[in-house]
């Protein structure tokens, strides 16, 4: 009868290195190369889309920004694509200014601007304050930190005027609504209301004319001038 003691072909202790009786543990040389091969590759795509300046796919990043929520951005963008400018008209901050989710458009818009997102291109206030939906609060914060970080206060658009004109617009809106959004601008100390704004008129020029539904804030403008010094002009007489 063969000993029990004998090692099975191929385990020769003298030939392996490895103590009679003992059960290795390492991984197979083949394992080895392919668990280091997945982590490399791993490694490299996530450092790739770190350095990388472009997205992988523009097309995607779009559609989040513009609809989608601040867990799904993490799946396509890197904070080196923060000024991307690939989108016409358009930044990744306006894009996400304009995702149709107010809870999403702060969550995201705070997210790009902790990356250093540029406030100064494509009207981002305009942006804002134009959305057909609002969360006024938190809106309103995020509001002041565009215009903190830079963004002009009395730049006007064709067609929308400044900033207070594109709020005071959208009529859907009453004053009480804008309320929070007001307060962010009319407290602005370089807010120019005698500036010229939509159709070339000065800002007070216009909100007079909508005056029956933007009375209240026409009278916070001319109580803004009047702590200024600055007498407002009188309303022009109709021939």
């Known amino acids: ?30 394992d080895g190369r392919r668990t280091l091969r997945t982590s490399s590759h791993d490694f490299e ?8 300046k472009t997205p992988k796919n523009t097309s995607s990043l779009h559609t989040v920004l513009r609809t989608g929520s601040i867990a799904e951005l ?10 991307y400018d690939g989108y016409p008209g358009a930044t990744l901050l306006t894009t996400a200014l304009g995702n149709s989710d107010p809870s999403s458009r702060v969550a995201l818009a705070h997210r790009l601007l902790d990356d250093g997102a540029d406030v100064t291109r ?5 942006v804002l304050l134009g959305q057909n939906a609002h969360d006024p609060e938190p809106e309103a914060e995020l509001l002041a930190r565009l215009l ?6 009395n730049h006007a658009v064709p067609d ?12 859907k809106f009453s004053d009480a609504d804008n309320q929070p959004f ?7 100390p370089d807010i120019d209301f005698l500036a010229p704004g939509l159709d070339g008129r000065p800002v007070l020029v216009n909100l007079r004319k909508w005056y029956a539904l933007r009375g209240h804030l026409v009278e916070q403008v001319e109580a803004v001038l009047n ?13």
Request: aromatic share 4%.
């Open 1 to 30: 009868m063969p000993s029990t003691d004998a090692e099975p072909p191929g385990t020769d202790p003298s030939k392996t290195g490895q103590k009679a009786g003992t059960e290795s543990t390492k991984p197979s040389p083949a």
């Open 45 to 52: 795509d996530t450092m790739g889309m770190l350095r990388r």
């Open 74 to 83: 993490e799946q396509h963008y890197s904070p080196s694509f923060v000024n």
């Open 122 to 126: 494509h009207a981002p206030l305009h």
């Open 148 to 153: 903190d970080a830079g963004a002009d206060v």
């Open 160 to 171: 929308v005027g400044t900033p207070l004109e594109t709020i005071a617009k959208k009529f």
């Open 182 to 188: 007001y307060d962010v601008l009319l407290a602005r």
């Open 227 to 239: 702590r200024r010094g600055i007498t407002a002009p009188p309303e022009p007489v109709d021939d």
